[in-house]
């Protein structure tokens, strides 16, 4: 009987560490610490934040595949909302802007996945970072050697796992949430600030 009780108590400890460790969040970095790992010091941060008007929105789902939010099969994500209204985090030196950052949630494997997305201003990427997430095998998406892959990518990059951009192994719903973060911040850029 003692045997039976100390076996059951080790059985649901572990099964409730395993329970924390699916359900804990992971922050990696804040926002401020984000922005200052993306823009040089010497940068100053301004904030605009745009409310998306209803055409804006059309063009950047219809560029994105017809959703906002890229939900896939296999993930266990709680959901993650259409945001239509948007932070743009540009960094300026001497009152010009040289750069914009911009923060977004997609789902991954387990929970979401926020990125922080910068760009120049001619939307070519410059730097991605994670700033948190609740995955268990999609931790190496937060690594540099990942991230880099979105160095200089554009608008006209293929911007797809498999062709462009190589997966983590075991982390295939994160790689692809990370590749849509940076597909969609740099489409809702050019739709918002460089659109003729």
């Not at 100053?44 to 560029?63: F, G, M, Y």
Request: net charge positive; with cysteine.
């Amino acid at each position: 009987m003692f045997k039976r009780v100390v076996f059951l108590l080790a059985v649901t400890c572990v099964s409730l560490a395993a329970l924390n460790l699916i359900a804990h969040a992971f922050t990696l970095l804040t926002k401020e610490q984000a922005l200052k790992e993306v823009f040089p010091s010497d940068f100053e941060i301004k904030v605009e934040t745009k409310d998306l008007s209803p055409e804006v929105l059309e063009r950047v789902k219809e560029r994105l595949g017809g959703s906002l939010v890229y939900v896939q099969e296999g993930s266990e994500s709680e959901q993650v909302s259409d945001l239509t209204k948007i932070d743009f985090y540009f960094g300026e030196q001497n009152g010009v802007k040289k750069g914009v950052a911009i923060i977004d949630v997609e789902p991954g494997k387990w929970g979401p996945v926020e990125f922080m997305v910068a760009m120049d201003t001619e939307a070519q990427v410059r730097r991605v970072r994670v700033m948190s997430y609740q995955e268990i095998r999609g931790r190496p998406i937060a690594q540099a050697s990942f991230m880099n892959q979105y160095r200089g990518k554009t608008s006209k990059s293929a911007l797809e796992v498999g062709r462009d951009i190589v997966g983590i192994s075991g982390a295939t719903i994160s790689s692809r949430a990370a590749t849509f973060t940076v597909k969609k911040c740099i489409v809702l850029y050019e739709e918002v600030y460089l659109r003729k």
